[in-house]
């Protein structure tokens, strides 16, 4: 059955062409929209009363497992590096995780996207100890929301074969029944081997690697140390940058011939603003990469409006962006997603918007309002795949309130072991 909305100010996320009119919504994986002059009797109708109706957002990188991370102990002692940042905090929270705090920080991550206006989330995903089964429990938590996915497993020598071996066997499992991607940490932690294997797993499935590049610079150092090359040009030797909708996660640190390699590649870069300014990793420059660029928030959050932001204004102090490139990168996720033939992130995802704008909004200046102001709190509801999963402060599709007890009580178990 079609979902309807009532008299909606509809904007077109491509284009940016605003219509008021009635919106047929299709329901299900992969259904459109249509304008309407009539609503049939007896249908199920959002009156939207001139409000802002435009495709909802999707978090491009994202680590769910961080979720219960928030106020979590400090670690022994202050990080003096990245590096020391990942083995103090990250590594030693992802080591801890069991299927019960996996599946709580998928679940509260959901209801904080849905809430965000935001649909669809790529995942990178590490529990060393807990990998068998862990993508099932992310995927079947997020959909019990209403959030669509395309996840992956971390691939790591980091924690040993065993640890590597569980990756592995997790990750040929979950794309054997779900659309994904194959997951490697950073060249630093993956081995020739593992990397051969990363990709001939890719290739068997039709997709590609997501991956983080030159996060920090000592991700470069070591691949040249210890192979010769840069860590572009390691993936390009194995095959890598050529699979289909390969990921590559920041890309802060590359050279002016890994940027052509990326650009003159299939693969796609993907954005994290908050994260490389919270570890103090340097500023994005997108030049040289070709406009295959998206943003996520890895891990930071699901706010995909305040990413967006955070982004905008950090262009202004590496050669400028303006709104419209910012608002393109916001966007450019739905046509990777689209590229590899992902279900879940239609044209019937939508976010309404509360949106009392103290100025006119046109199609050539809504980028700047994208930038400048909007936010989460104009979200009045959220639709995935032609249902309405969130409406005036309500998660509809579950407990809310309960999920983020529960998550309570395992953020305690967790830190207790940190």
Known sequence: MSLFLRDATHINWRTLAITRSHIK????????????DA??????????????????????????????????????????SFNEILELIW????????????????????????????????DHHASPNA???????????LESVGVGHLLCYELSDRDGPRSREAGLAESKH?????????????????????????????RRHDTGVHIHVAEAESDEEHCRRTYGCSVAERLHRAGALDLTGTLLAHALHVDDAERELIRSSGAWVVHNTQSNQNNNVGSFDPGGLGDRIF??????????????????????????LAPMQAYT??????????????????????????????TPITEQNWPAHVVYGLSS??????????????RDGRVLQTDAEQITAMANEQAKRLWKLL
């Open 377 to 390: 709190r104009h979200v009045r509801a959220t639709i995935s795949s032609g249902r309405v999963v969130y």
């Open 131 to 141: 990998a068998e089964g862990s993508l099932g429990i992310i995927a079947e938590a």
């Open 39 to 80: 609503i049939p009797a007896g249908a199920e109708v959002l009156d939207c009363a001139g409000q802002l109706v435009t495709r909802s957002f999707v978090n491009g990188h994202h680590h769910i497992y961080s979720a219960l991370a928030r106020g979590m102990p400090p670690p022994a002692r202050q990080p003096r």
């Open 174 to 202: 979950h794309l054997e029944h779900h659309r994904g991607l194959v997951g490697l940490h950073a060249s630093f932690t993956v081995s020739d081997e593992l990397l051969e294997q990363a990709v001939e797993i890719a």
């Open 25 to 36: 919504v299709e329901s299900g994986p992969g259904g459109g929209i249509s304008f309407v």
């Open 91 to 122: 590594w030693n929270l992802d080591k801890r995780l069991d299927h019960d705090m996996i599946r709580a920080s998928a679940l509260v991550s959901a209801i904080e996207a849905v809430r965000c206006g935001c649909t669809f989330i790529i």
């Open 295 to 320: 943003i996520g928030t890895d891990g930071m959050h699901n706010d995909m409006a305040e990413a967006a932001r955070a982004m905008y204004l950090e262009g202004q102090t590496v050669g400028g």
């Open 329 to 358: 990168r916001l966007r450019r996720v739905h046509d990777y997603l689209d590229s590899l033939r992902v279900t879940g992130d239609a044209e019937n995802n939508l976010v309404v918007l509360d949106y009392p704008s103290p």
